[in-house]
């Protein structure tokens, strides 16, 4: 029997997704024990506000034209047909039902580690997932518990400050943030006017 795929689920609205957002995925891939990276666009977050998020469907085509060069990184929609709001704990859950030849991991930024005393069934998903955490500059102190867990891994990815909002923002000022930006999502956001 092959050996589990170990999957590592990076999660994200990904409006739009950026060189930030690649260059942590990618070092995820190359440089853990993650077989693969699977970008996991998140439909309408109930926290967000929805009138700068764009359609489900661009998001995840730009998130296709991003990794067209990286074999070891996908986009997933897979929580487009979950009901909303949806939680994390659901869609892992989801997937290890549609997928379990495959071993599932967490990718998140030290931000939400900070944060993840506070998600719905936050111990479940410990206990039955591995945390692979990269670096943020962030406000606040990961709680002691957290620090010395089993299942949380900390990757010395490099610090990516790149935020989509100060891309949409830009944008919107018509200032050029090209190098900011896979070439196919600048285009893909060039031809559809977006963010203007």
């Known amino acids: 029997m092959a050996k589990a795929k170990r999957i590592g ?33 998140t439909p309408h977050n109930p926290h967000k506000k929805k009138k700068t998020l764009l359609e489900d469907h661009h998001r995840l085509a730009m998130v296709e034209f991003a990794l067209e060069e990286y074999p070891k990184l996908q986009a997933s929609n897979i929580e487009f047909n979950l009901p909303q709001p949806n939680y994390t704990v659901t869609t892992l859950a989801h997937l290890e039902e549609k997928f379990p030849q495959h071993d599932f991991c967490l990718i998140m930024g030290e931000d939400n580690l900070k944060s993840l005393h506070k998600w719905k069934n936050y111990e479940v998903i410990l206990e039955r997932f591995a945390l692979y955490v990269y670096p943020r500059i962030s406000e606040g102190e990961t709680e002691t ?10 990757v010395a990815a490099p610090i990516m ?20 930006l896979p070439p196919a999502v600048w285009n893909y956001i060039d031809e559809m006017n977006f963010y203007k």
């Open 9 to 41: 689920l990076y999660f994200g609205t990904f409006n739009p997704i950026h060189i930030g957002h690649l260059a942590i995925a990618n070092h995820m891939v190359e440089f853990s024990d993650l077989d693969e990276v699977w970008m996991v666009v």
């Open 161 to 180: 400050e790149i935020s989509s909002t100060f891309i949409r923002k830009s944008i919107k000022n018509t200032k050029n943030v090209r190098p900011l």
């Open 145 to 154: 518990r957290f620090k010395d867990h089993p299942n949380i891994q900390l």
